[in-house]
């Protein structure tokens, strides 16, 4: 213990805050640990301000725009201007996102590439994270899509999220991303919630706190970072962060006994890192501001609360690993402060990673990492910003960088067959058969019937005809995906069926209804993904109802279903009809029917409810949110 002691002296006499998790928690012996300590102190000594400074910035290449002005393309391979940007800045984390993740082969070389440009200028390897939630925030298109958070909740079985979160850490280590900003803890109690919903594992903070620590669990089988979300507490918002002020109006008692509660979890469980979101919650701090954009008072966004960030999380919570702010561009707090106060504020909050604290699509966009630079070395100089915080935060990185891993990651580049082989290891873990299996269970066992005590499973005869009547034209192929898969199982013979796109109508039109006359058998799937879309595009709500009502007036009470497709409140919209809930509304492309090789539009849910309705399995999910229904 004298050693250990030793560099807690040498690190506090650096000027940096301590902060070590439990030994026990930790994958280091004692004497392994101080060892890191030392390395890391000695590190930080020799660092100038813009390194610890590069170290804090995760930034995002979604696209490129090429200096010979050719346009801009998605980002799928490390350009020079991106390896400059990277070295000379020293760049820390990265995240990717959809446009970066077109194939398994490309998103390997581009980790691969991404981590050659920081080795190779002189710099410590990269987190490299992604919102690979499951269901609808899936950022690979190759790979296993699960089903989805909410829909995980649904099956009442924590073991659902443990599951998912290892397929989630296997398909991303196997790809070289290191970091997954997962699992979300944002409790989903209020209805109208625009950017959560289906995100959520439920509306009971118990409830979603076992699950959140099941999943983190599971990610962190896989030696994955985990990073919970959206700290303090997204669900209980009515707007969306990314392009509205969001407030959260609890009081304190009722924000302890409820968003808190499953972020303590994951952070009583030693969690890598938490998210801290944009979000008002004026009980935990009321400090106001005037928003430079807009002239607006309002409070101080909790990205930017020291209140908040430093006093609950850091202190009160007792959270001792890497805090990482929310997307840096969100309306929610861009609008509050300029982009490089912005940066600034967070820092002094206790952030430790800004997350896209620029716009980067081009070598010109350097300027913006200049004048970023110079904001937080200038708030250094002047003392604004003690100069330990920055040590404290890049203390916390490195620390997090040792514990995965990540600091003995081992350089390739396109020239050596050791890129080739990660290649093909990546190829048969992402999407591979053993993940969709499981994904398929999970799916299955989240599908809810509701109104249906009564429900007689469609047994369509050969020549009968079945209409599928959907909102949208990526769900078409999912119809035809699970309707080969009924013939080809044995639960059906081949059928004839045909699907109906409603949300380009404005109301029930006479062609649905000459469609729904000549069916024998009618399945009509309801899919909003919030409330705000019956005021951009109310025929997604009216027509299902309507289709429904005219369905069930001209055919057997038996011939007609519902598939809930979207959020689950829809259910009490069809109070006398059975209701199929698979929480996803997404559907698939045409070229996946038939292939084993899934890309992103991939949902296992839809067709899961169609197999359900045709007897395929009975019905067991159980709805995780607060809803009244039959």
């Known amino acids: 213990m004298k050693r250990f002691f030793s560099i807690v002296a040498e690190s506090i006499f650096l000027g940096i805050s301590v902060i070590h998790p439990v030994f026990s928690a930790s994958p280091y012996s004692e004497n392994q640990y101080s060892m890191v300590e030392r390395k890391i102190a000695a590190k930080i000594k020799d660092m100038t301000i813009d390194e610890k400074i590069g170290q804090m910035c995760m930034l995002a290449f979604r696209v490129w725009k090429d200096d010979s002005g050719s346009g801009v393309q998605k980002v799928t391979a490390v350009t020079d201007g991106i390896k400059s940007i990277i070295a000379d800045y020293h760049i820390g984390s990265v995240i990717l996102f959809s446009e970066n993740c077109s194939t398994t082969e490309n998103v390997v070389r581009l980790t691969s590439g991404l981590q050659h440009a920081a080795l190779s200028g002189g710099n410590v390897p990269l987190i490299i994270g992604t919102d690979q939630e499951g269901g609808v925030?899936?950022?690979?298109?190759?790979?296993?899509?699960?089903?989805?958070?909410?829909?995980?909740?649904?099956?009442?079985?924590?073991?659902?999220?443990?599951?998912?979160?290892?397929?989630?850490?296997?398909?991303?280590?196997?790809?070289?991303?290191?970091?997954?900003?997962?699992p979300v803890a944002d409790v989903n109690d209020n209805p109208l919630n625009p950017v959560i919903n289906l995100r959520s594992f439920g509306s009971d903070p118990?409830?979603?706190?076992?699950?959140?620590?099941?999943?983190?669990?599971?990610?962190?089988?896989?030696?994955?970072?985990?990073?919970?979300?959206?700290?303090?507490?997204?669900?209980?918002?009515?707007?969306?962060?990314?392009?509205?002020?969001?407030?959260?109006?609890?009081?304190?008692?009722?924000?302890?006994?409820?968003?808190?509660i499953p972020f303590q979890r994951a952070v009583n469980n030693k969690i890598d890192m938490v998210m801290v979101s944009h979000i008002q919650v004026p009980s935990l701090d009321n400090t106001k501001v005037t928003a430079v954009k807009t002239g607006q008072r309002i409070y101080l966004p909790a990205s930017v609360s020291k209140k908040i960030v430093t006093g609950i999380l850091r202190n009160r919570m007792k959270f001792s690993g890497v805090i990482v702010s929310d997307a840096m561009n969100m309306k929610a707090v861009a609008d509050v402060f300029g982009e490089t106060d912005a940066v600034v504020e967070s820092i002094k909050a206790g952030i430790d990673i800004v997350c896209m604290p620029v716009s980067v699509v081009s070598t010109a966009d350097s300027s913006k990492l200049d004048t970023v630079f110079a904001a937080v070395r200038d708030a250094v100089l002047s003392g604004e910003l003690p100069e330990k915080r920055i040590d404290a935060a890049v203390a916390a990185i490195l620390r997090?960088?040792?514990?995965?891993?990540?600091?003995?990651?081992?350089?390739?580049?396109?020239?050596?067959?050791?890129?080739?082989?990660?290649?093909?290891?990546?190829?048969?873990?992402?999407?591979?058969?053993?993940?969709?299996?499981?994904?398929?269970?999970?799916?299955?066992?989240?599908?809810?019937?509701?109104?249906?005590?009564?429900?007689?499973?469609?047994?369509?005869?050969k020549n009968q005809k079945i209409l599928f009547a959907v909102p949208y034209d990526f769900e078409v192929p999912s119809v035809s995906f699970a309707m080969q898969r009924l013939c080809s199982e044995g639960t059906t013979d081949e059928l004839t069926y045909e699907s109906y796109v409603y949300a380009k109508d404005t109301e029930l039109t006479k062609a649905l209804q000459h469609k729904i006359d000549e069916a024998d058998y009618v399945i009509i799937l309801s899919g909003l993904s919030s409330f705000y879309m019956n005021i951009q595009n109310p025929s997604l709500n009216v027509i299902p109802q309507e289709a429904a009502s005219y369905a069930a007036a001209q055919k057997d009470e038996n011939h007609t279903a519902i598939i809930c497709a979207g959020m689950p409140y829809d259910a009490v919209l069809f109070p006398h009809m059975p209701v199929f809930i698979v929480y996803n509304y997404r559907g698939m492309s045409q070229r996946d029917i038939g292939n084993t090789v899934f890309r992103n539009s991939y949902s296992p849910n839809i067709p899961a409810g169609i197999e359900a309705v045709f007897g395929s399995f009975m019905p067991s999910g159980i709805i995780p949110v607060d809803i009244d229904v039959p």
């Open 206 to 260: 118990a409830f979603v706190a076992e699950y959140v620590e099941q999943m983190q669990n599971g990610i962190e089988s896989a030696g994955i970072i985990a990073c919970v979300k959206h700290f303090p507490g997204h669900g209980n918002t009515s707007t969306d962060s990314h392009t509205q002020f969001s407030v959260v109006n609890k009081n304190a008692a009722q924000w302890n006994m409820c968003e808190r």
């Open 400 to 461: 997090l960088k040792y514990r995965r891993n990540i600091m003995c990651y081992t350089d390739v580049d396109d020239s050596v067959p050791q890129l080739a082989e990660r290649i093909a290891s990546a190829e048969k873990t992402a999407g591979s058969g053993e993940h969709h299996a499981v994904e398929r269970q999970i799916a299955e066992a989240a599908v809810t019937l509701v109104n249906g005590k009564q429900f007689v499973p469609f047994k369509p005869e």
């Open 137 to 182: 925030i899936t950022r690979l298109e190759q790979g296993t899509c699960l089903p989805g958070n909410m829909a995980v909740g649904a099956t009442h079985n924590p073991k659902c999220a443990y599951d998912s979160g290892r397929i989630i850490g296997e398909e991303l280590s196997a790809l070289g991303i290191n970091c997954v900003f997962a």
